[in-house]
């Protein structure tokens, strides 16, 4: 039985768990928080990602914890709703929001449950060689494989492929995620709220994602600016941050913000695109984010779809990671390459930095899902997002060693 380092316990990492162990590996996995993150924003599954959860046997509990939500509405400098995009006007995938939406850590509990496999928490790998692996906090160990799935700030790709910026191209915007409440009756439908540049830095946005109509929320605030020198990485600091960034704002912002200081369940990064010419190196794989972070609304499906071509692969293989890897590079490239392409406009699309470029945007919006073309103009997701022809990988034999 091959034994299988993974290395992040979210989506891609708990995915490839419950696929190597239906194909008899022995996953281990190692996670850097002290417990399981069930934290983060709702997160869209389109395409071939449907098929992977239907064939792990979760879609039933997957669509249990939908968001309910129906889609996404832009509102204007007062609040009033300007333009909107149900989840199906592209398609089940092919919208800003797509038809089956879940909050992260609901799909990530789901996960932990079906995987059934050993977690380290408190643990980060400090040391990769041919045969051992060392860590922060515990003896070395003799691994067959490793996996980095942590994310777009990846350890592993660091210890494996180095630190190069070449290796992450920045997109110029910070994001962060957070547990509110409102009392806006969002009926469902996730609303954008923009401001123009301000208090040092370029457009700003605030998403408010519901769940149901509890007046539970997840709160997006993202704002556009170069790389800060001094970019906080504590809690504190982030949330001191985001206040200044987003001080003398009208709308439901102040709320927000005061809210958001009796949270410690707050996700904030800067925002890139992972750039590596081949995910693996000798026994070491990345999968997710760590090898093609910097997608649309696409992250979470990629992993899914990632995370079952690597075991499939693996197991196909026999466990010989040397051609199971080179199999699940070629299956996945084009894949990825399809859905890394984004809408035009990028961040200035995102938060334009003008009160009329935030007009001009709405008005497009308004206009996009009557006009011909439209699915295009968003990036083609629906296409995309269904560009992988899954294999079936069932009743592979037991790896060998």
């Known amino acids: 039985m091959r034994s299988v380092l993974i290395s992040g316990a979210g989506v891609a990492g708990l ?5 190597l162990r ?8 190692v996670e850097r928080a002290t417990a399981l993150r069930t934290g983060g924003q ?24 939908h968001t309910g939500t129906r889609g996404i509405a832009w509102l204007d400098e007062n609040g009033n709703r300007v333009a909107a995009m149900s989840g199906d006007d592209f398609g089940d995938s092919g919208g800003i929001v797509a038809e089956l939406e879940i909050l992260r850590g609901d799909l990530v509990r789901i996960l932990h449950d079906a995987a059934d496999v050993e977690i380290r928490y408190g643990t980060q790998i400090t040391g990769i060689t041919e045969r051992e692996v060392t860590f922060d906090n515990a ?9 980095g799935a942590d994310g ?23 994001t962060s995620y957070f547990p509110a409440r409102t009392e806006l009756d969002l009926d469902g439908w996730e609303v954008m709220y923009n401001l123009p540049a301000g208090n040092g830095v370029a457009g700003r946005v605030a998403v408010l994602y519901p769940l149901g109509n509890t007046g539970e929320i997840r709160a997006l605030f993202g704002f556009v600016s170069p790389e800060l020198a001094r970019e906080p990485h504590d809690v504190p600091g982030q949330k001191a941050l985001l206040a200044d ?56 499906s990629m992993a899914l779809v990632g995370a079952y071509v690597l075991a499939g692969e693996l197991a196909a293989a026999g466990g010989d990671h040397r051609v199971a890897f080179a199999r699940y590079d070629s299956e996945m490239r084009e894949y990825v390459r399809q859905n890394r392409k984004r809408p035009p406009g990028g961040a200035n699309g995102f938060a334009p930095r003008t009160r009329r470029g935030i007009r001009l945007r709405n008005q497009f919006m308004r206009l ?22 899954l294999k079936s990988y069932e009743g592979m034999p037991s790896p060998r060693r």
Request: charged content about 20%; cysteine-free.
């Open 22 to 29: 239906r194909y008899g590996f022995q996953p281990t996995l």
């Open 42 to 65: 709702a997160i869209d599954i389109r395409g071939a990602a449907r098929e992977v959860v239907t064939r792990m046997g979760i879609l039933d509990a997957v669509r249990a914890h």
């Open 245 to 300: 960034v987003f001080a003398g704002s009208g709308w439901e912002i102040p709320s927000l913000i005061d809210q958001l200081q009796h949270t410690d369940d707050l996700y904030f990064a800067r925002v890139g695109e992972v750039r590596v010419d081949r995910w693996y190196r000798g026994r070491t794989v990345l999968l997710g984010d760590s090898a093609f972070g910097g997608s649309l609304g696409m992250g979470t």
């Open 152 to 174: 777009l700030g990846s350890g592993v790709r660091a210890l494996t492929f180095g630190r190069g910026s070449e290796l992450v191209r920045d997109l110029g915007y910070y």
């Open 139 to 147: 003896p070395p160990q003799s691994f067959d494989l490793v996996v």
């Open 15 to 19: 995915s490839l768990a419950v696929w």
């Open 368 to 389: 996009l899902p009557h006009l011909p073309g439209g699915g295009k103009m968003m990036g083609g997701i629906q296409k995309s997002a269904n560009s992988i022809t």
